[in-house]
């Protein structure tokens, strides 16, 4: 997810290429928005696999810094579905831009805060 995210925000906002009728989306653009929105599902899904043995059973009983950044996962999940689902089907210009950079803004500290919270239990 986080790289067609970044894909996709790289394409949306240096990727567009000049034509003799000014600035164009970039032809991948729409390859890795699908990509993007397919693999969407597959995340959740994944989500929802290890909620009761991972996610769970860890807000009952592990550390306070594992719990900090499960919960800064946990939400940032959460926003990340709502302005997910949102973006598609939003068609004001101004207020969809404004969900775009939150989605995009959340998803990158998304997967920092996962990289975090994967090694914070090895160290």
């Given at each position: ?16 290429v000049e ?83 939150v989605h ?20």
């Amino acid at each position: 997810m986080s790289s067609t995210g970044i894909a996709l925000y790289l394409l949306h906002h240096y990727g567009q290429v000049e034509t003799p009728y000014g600035l164009r989306a970039n032809s991948w653009g729409d390859s890795v928005k699908l990509l993007h929105n397919m693999s969407n599902f597959i995340f959740i899904f994944s989500i929802g696999l290890i909620f009761n043995e991972h996610i769970y059973m860890g807000l009952k009983g592990r550390k306070i810094g594992n719990k900090f950044s499960g919960y800064f996962i946990t939400l940032t999940v959460l926003i990340l579905v709502i302005t997910g689902t949102l973006l598609l089907y939003l068609s004001s210009v101004d207020f969809r831009t404004l969900v775009s950079d939150v989605h995009s803004y959340v998803g990158f500290g998304m997967s920092i805060g996962m990289i975090l919270h994967v090694f914070k239990k090895f160290t």
